[in-house]
Structure formats: C-alpha cells, structure tokens
C-alpha cells in the first residue's frame, strides 16, 4: 500500500504518542503492547508485553488490513478531512464497510467540496457491500438453502437497488424461489402410517432432551447468557431438537386417522418453532461474542425452516451491520 501525505504529516508530528493495542500479523500471531508510528507511517514500532515483553519493528505490510487501520485511526486527527479520507480508504481496505462510510460521511461534512468525491467513493463501497451479499446468496443455494438465498436477495434489492449485484438477483431469485417451493418440513421418505405413534414418541424424546438442556441455558431473568457453559448447553438442545426435527420430517402425510394427523402436524409445528428458537438465540449469542460467521450459520439454518419469523430477520439485518462494519 502506498504511504500518503496526510498521514505521515499526522505521524511525524505525533509519533512519540504511544498507545496499548492488540495487533494482528498476516503470519496469525497476535502482540500485544504500545504502539508508535516512526517513519511517517511506513514502519510500526510494538513496544510488546504479551506474550513476550520485547521491541518489534513492523513494515505495514506485515498487519492485517483491520490491525492496520485500527493502528492508523487510533491516532488520527479526526478534524482533518484529508487525514480522514485516508482512514476510510484504509477501512475499506479491511473490508470495513461501515466504518469506511461513516469516515467519509464525516469528510463530506468537514470538506464540502469533497462532497462529489465522497459520494463517488459510497457508491464504489455499497457495490462492494451489495456484490459480497450476492457471493453469499450464491454460497447459500449451493448449500441447497434456497431460503437464505431469498433473504440475501432481497437484502440486495431492498438496501441495495442501484448496485450491479441487484441486477443480477433476478435469475438466481427465479431459481432460489423454485428451489424454496419444496416442502422442507416433509422428508423424501415417510414411514408408514402404522409406525406414526413410534415416531411420535421418538419426536417427544428428543424434545424432551433438548428442553432440558436448554434449561440450563435461560438465566434467571429469562434471557440467555452466553458464558461457555451455557453455550454448550444451548448447542446440546439444538443438537437433539434437530434430531427431534429430522425424525418428525419422516411422519406420514397421507393420514386418514384425523386425530393422528392432528397430531403429526403438532408435532411438525412444536418441533420446528423449538429449533428455530434455539438457533436464533444461538445465532444471538454468538453475536454478542461478536462470532459472526458462527452466527450466520444458525441464521442461515433457522431461515431454511422459518424464513418468514420476524426475529430472524432482525438478526440477519444484525448480522449484516457486524459484517459492513468489519466484525
């Protein structure tokens, strides 16, 4: 990456200021300690105390691209629109979406003139936002889950309408619907109606295990913490609240007995809004511990069987603030 002006102005007036942070090499390895610009921001110096106490000269090259603009934004003179322009394009180097657009928002307001430029700079980031947002509609329905694509899709659509990605939505929103239309709640093979009751009670014990298991889970409050005993707790009531699903997915459809189909389609119903629970408040936890890719599975998962449920659209839209926002 090439050195600017502004930010080696910036660092050769303040290089002497330190500041303790946690940085991130290309190689994986973390350090941790204060950290002082030298050089006009071509080399950064770790004075590291984690996990061995000892100096480190840095080329920029060897952060990664987050690790660097958090280096270079700690220490920037916020009131300088080109200092902040600089910030934002490295933001958006890093994959920093929102922040890239919220530094130039703020050039705009301090550099009026820069407006034509500022605006030319969001529209290249939203294509950027909206074509990583198709690539993981794509990824979706190649995992045949045809519901998350529809919910990236009509992100794009939504959020994202004068993008190039949003002109490519429509053929792959063809396919995702037609794929969608199957029915997910029933499986290619049913059991016979005579070993219905069977399943039944297979249904109804897993469901029981995974209530307790989630038990262990709720706080007194109500809410579901996310310390790591708990998370495996709720990973344990997924597990076999999944198992209970895949064995209700096998009942019967052609029902003649009413009260046994009554009670399939209970089952059906209970089982399904259970694991979608239990994922969406996993996906909720894994938010807090700002695991996202993590989360986005059990979204993903939960949007397969409930794509309409209110809540998981609420988390999706979270999930994907976290992702613009570089998390």
């Excluded at 330190?18 to 610009?37: F, H, K, N, P």
């Excluded at 307001?109 to 990583?132: F, G, N, Q, T």
């Excluded at 707790?233 to 997915?249: G, H, S, T, V």
């Excluded at 986005?296 to 999930?319: F, G, M």
Aim: with cysteine.
């Amino acid at each position: 990456m090439k050195l600017v002006t502004s930010l080696c102005l910036i660092f050769a007036l303040c290089s002497a200021a330190l500041s303790a942070q946690t940085i991130q090499l290309r190689t994986g390895v973390i350090l941790v300690g204060d950290v002082e610009i030298q050089e006009g921001g071509a080399k950064i110096l770790v004075h590291v105390r984690y996990p061995k106490v000892q100096d480190v000269i840095l080329d920029r090259k060897d952060l990664t691209p987050k690790s660097l603009y958090s280096v270079f934004e700690k220490k920037a003179d916020r009131s300088d629109a080109k200092i902040l322009w600089d910030i934002a394009m490295l933001a958006k180097d890093a994959r920093m979406y929102g922040n890239a657009i919220s530094d130039l928002l703020a050039v705009a307001k301090l550099a009026p003139k820069k407006k034509h430029d500022v605006e030319l700079a969001i529209k290249e980031i939203r294509e950027l936002i909206a074509s990583d947002l198709l690539q993981a509609a794509r990824d979706a329905l190649a995992k045949e889950n045809p519901r998350a694509t529809l919910v990236y899709l009509h992100t794009i659509r939504e959020l994202y309408s004068e993008t190039k990605a949003a002109k490519e939505t429509r053929k792959l929103m063809t396919l995702a619907h037609d794929r969608a239309g199957k029915r997910v709640d029933i499986a290619e093979k049913t059991v016979s109606p005579a070993k219905a009751p069977k399943v039944l009670s297979t249904v109804s014990e897993y469901r029981n295990k995974g209530d307790q298991s989630r038990k262990r889970v709720q706080a007194e409050n109500g809410k579901t913490p996310g310390g790591s005993k708990q998370r495996k707790a709720l990973d344990r009531a997924i597990k076999y609240y999944r198992k209970a699903w895949e064995a209700a997915r096998t009942l019967p459809v052609a029902i003649n007995d009413p009260k046994l189909r009554a009670e399939i389609q209970m089952a059906r119903t209970i089982t399904r809004k259970l694991l979608v629970d239990a994922l969406l408040n996993a996906a909720t936890v894994q938010l807090a511990r700002t695991s996202i890719n993590k989360a986005e599975e059990y979204c993903n998962e939960a949007c397969a069987l409930d794509p309409d449920n209110k809540k998981l659209r609420d988390v999706h839209k979270t999930i994907l603030e976290a992702k613009a926002y570089g998390f």
